[in-house]
C-alpha cells in the first residue's frame, strides 16, 4: 500500500498569500496517477487536480499541482476567502487507492 | 448537472446491518465505474469499495478492512448505487461518500471526479 504523508498539517496564512502544500509517498507514483480534492464542512468533496496537474473543470487557475516520483505540491497562487479549507491528495497508481491525512489551510 | 444524493445512513448496532444507496443523475451511470469512500470523525478519508462501469458492471473491489463484510452493487436501470454492510464494527462509523469514478484506464488508474455530501453511520450500541 502507498502511504501518502501530507505537510504541513495545518497552515495559517490570510487571503491573498501563497499556500504550498505538500504531499509525499512512500514509493515512486507511476505515470502521476495523483489528484488533489478540497473539503469543506457538510459540502461534497471537489476535485481540484487530477493526473499531478491538470486543473478539474471549473477550477481557478490559482489552483495548479507539481510534482513526480514521490514529491507532490498543491499550490494556490493567491488565497480567496473561499479557499480556505482542508486539502487530500491521493494516489490511484496502484491498489487500495489512498489518500493523505489532510492539510488543514485556515486563516491567519 | 452531476448530481449524487446518498441515502441510508443512521444509528445501527454493532453486529448490525445497514444498507446504503446513492441515486445518481446528470451523467451515463451505466458507463461509470461508481465507488465508496468513508471519513471517520476527525480522520482522512478511506476509499471503501469500486465497482465497475458497462462491461465491467460484475468487477468489484473491496478495502481489506471491508472484505467479507461489505457488499456493492449496482441497478443500472434506476441509477442506483448501493452498498450492503453487515456485521458492523465501531470503527465503521463514518461519513460515507458516493463518488463517480474517472480514468482512461482500467482499476485502479481512476480518480474521483465527483461526490456526493455523505451519509453518516454510527456504529453504537
Known amino acids: ?108 | 448537472e452531476v448530481q449524487l444524493l446518498e441515502s441510508g445512513g443512521g444509528l445501527v448496532q454493532p453486529g448490525g446491518s445497514v444498507r446504503l444507496s446513492c441515486e445518481a443523475s446528470g451523467f451515463i451511470f451505466s458507463s461509470n465505474a461508481m465507488s465508496w469512500v468513508r471519513q471517520a470523525p476527525g480522520k482522512g478519508l478511506e476509499w471503501v469499495s469500486t465497482i465497475g462501469g458497462s462491461g465491467a458492471a460484475g468487477s468489484t473491489q473491496y478495502a481489506d478492512s471491508v472484505k467479507g463484510r461489505f457488499t456493492i452493487s449496482r441497478d443500472d436501470s434506476k441509477n442506483t448505487l448501493s452498498l450492503q454492510m453487515n456485521s458492523l464494527r465501531a470503527e465503521d462509523t463514518a461519513l460515507y461518500f458516493c463518488a463517480k469514478d474517472r480514468g482512461s484506464g482500467s482499476y485502479p488508474n481512476h480518480f474521483f471526479d465527483f461526490w456526493g455530501q455523505g451519509t453518516l453511520v454510527t456504529v453504537s450500541s
Open chain 1, 1 to 108: 500500500e502507498i502511504v501518502l504523508t501530507q505537510s504541513p498539517g495545518t497552515l495559517s496564512l490570510s487571503p491573498g498569500e501563497r499556500a504550498t502544500l505538500s504531499c509525499r509517498a512512500s514509493q515512486r507514483i507511476s505515470s502521476s496517477y495523483l489528484a488533489w480534492y478540497q473539503m469543506k464542512p457538510g459540502q461534497a468533496p471537489r476535485l481540484l487536480i487530477y493526473g499531478t496537474s491538470s486543473r478539474a473543470t471549473g477550477i481557478p487557475d490559482r489552483f495548479s499541482g507539481s510534482g513526480s516520483g514521490t514529491d507532490f505540491t498543491l499550490t494556490i497562487s493567491r488565497l480567496e476567502p473561499e479557499d480556505f479549507a482542508v486539502y487530500y491528495c491521493q494516489q490511484y497508481a496502484n491498489s487500495p487507492r489512498t489518500f493523505g491525512q489532510g492539510t488543514k489551510v485556515e486563516i491567519k
